[in-house]
């Protein structure tokens, strides 16, 4: 039975934008400079990276619910990555609580994209968290498979090929 929220509804957003995002936070904010230009042109628009970073997150979930070993991402990754992001001083915790949910739509098979649109429009509160919550599970995929940046290259080659 297909939701509203079904993953295949959900349009990918600007994934490249948000692997430039993740890649950023990965070198310090080097290549942020990059993302800044495409901003700039006004090429990317924050929305399409908010859904690309969706995109991700639902894409990392799957990865990690078929790789954690005898437990679901569900009980396993969900609490350990809740823990991390309530650890950054900045982040509301009402936004890390919709990133909760967020989680939980992509371990479900659900889009977080469009079950965080049933809520309204999102809040630049919740801007930061979308981002670091990405970053977290692409950097537990690299924990996974010990490879530090397998995650964002893995990805990355995936939407390359398919163009």
């Not at 799957?62 to 070993?69: A, D, K, Y």
């Not at 909760?100 to 469009?114: I, R, V």
Request: proline share 6%; charged share 15%; aromatic share 8%.
């Amino acid at each position: 039975m297909t939701t509203p929220c079904d993953a295949s509804h959900a349009p990918a957003g600007d994934v490249a934008a948000a692997l430039i995002v993740l890649d950023a936070l990965n070198r310090d904010f080097e290549s942020s400079s990059e993302l800044d230009a495409l901003i700039a042109d006004g090429d990317v628009e924050p929305q399409d990276v908010l859904a690309g970073l969706a995109t991700l997150i639902y894409t990392f979930i799957t990865v990690l619910n078929r790789n954690v070993g005898d437990t679901d991402a569900l009980h396993s990754v969900v609490p350990a990555v809740i823990t991390r992001l309530r650890g950054i001083e900045y982040l509301q915790p009402e936004a890390v609580a919709m990133m909760a949910g967020a989680m939980t739509a992509a371990c479900l098979g659900l889009s977080p994209n469009l079950w965080r649109e049933q809520y309204g429009k999102m809040r630049p509160i919740e801007y930061l968290p979308w981002t670091f919550t990405a970053w977290l599970l692409a950097d537990l995929i690299d924990t996974v498979f010990e490879q530090p940046g397998y995650a964002i290259n893995a990805v990355t080659a995936l939407f390359t090929t398919s163009d």
